[in-house]
């Protein structure tokens, strides 16, 4: 078990925690934005590649599908951007004890979604070539999107200064 966690898990947390602070230094985003945006991002060129890959009912019913996927996701966003764009100490406090009970109480669950994932395209398969796109595409975006939103709910979160810029040119001039 500390294997997997020392080799396995931490430096996945490590990379969230990292994809985390460089979405919100070139961003200026709270951390909270990066999730949904990688969702729509993948079921996006999920979208593109059913367009090319299906035609007729089979494409209605993916775009169908990937357009249900999409919704939770840009219900998130557009409440994310009805509150105010302030990303300090208190949503940090929130954010950082969030991830901490989330690191330390769900670490089977990343496990298993982790190796859910890397075994499910293998495993998906359809005597019909629409049904096979179909699988495909549902694995394809269960690989990108599970393990990535577990990860990131459990990383560490930047500090509120890191994405200011004001406060990195009065640290450069001070």
């Known amino acids: 078990m500390e294997w997997i966690n020392r080799y396995i898990d931490q430096p996945l947390l490590d990379g969230a925690a990292n994809w985390l602070r460089t979405w919100h ?3 200026g985003q709270p951390p909270e934005r990066l999730e949904p945006t990688w969702h729509l991002a993948v ?6 590649a059913a367009q090319y890959f299906l035609h007729g009912s089979g494409l209605l019913l993916s775009a169908s599908a990937l357009i249900m996927l999409a919704l939770p996701s840009v219900w998130k966003l557009l409440f994310s951007m009805r509150k105010t764009d302030t990303y300090g100490r208190r949503e940090y406090t929130v954010l950082r004890t ?3 009970t989330r690191r330390e109480t769900e670490w089977s669950v990343r496990m298993t979604v ?4 890397a075994g499910l ?3 998906a398969g359809s005597d019909d070539s629409t049904g096979a796109y179909y699988l495909f595409g549902a ?3 269960f690989v990108l999107t599970a393990p990535v939103k577990f990860y990131l709910q459990a990383a560490e979160p930047p500090e509120p200064n890191e994405g200011d810029r ?3 040119r009065a640290v450069e001039f001070g």
């Open 43 to 48: 079921l996006s060129v999920l979208l593109i």
């Open 166 to 168: 004001s406060f990195q």
């Open 98 to 100: 969030y991830a901490f």
């Open 25 to 27: 230094l070139y961003s």
């Open 121 to 123: 395209p293998f495993f």
């Open 114 to 117: 982790l190796f859910v994932s």
């Open 139 to 141: 694995s394809i975006w």
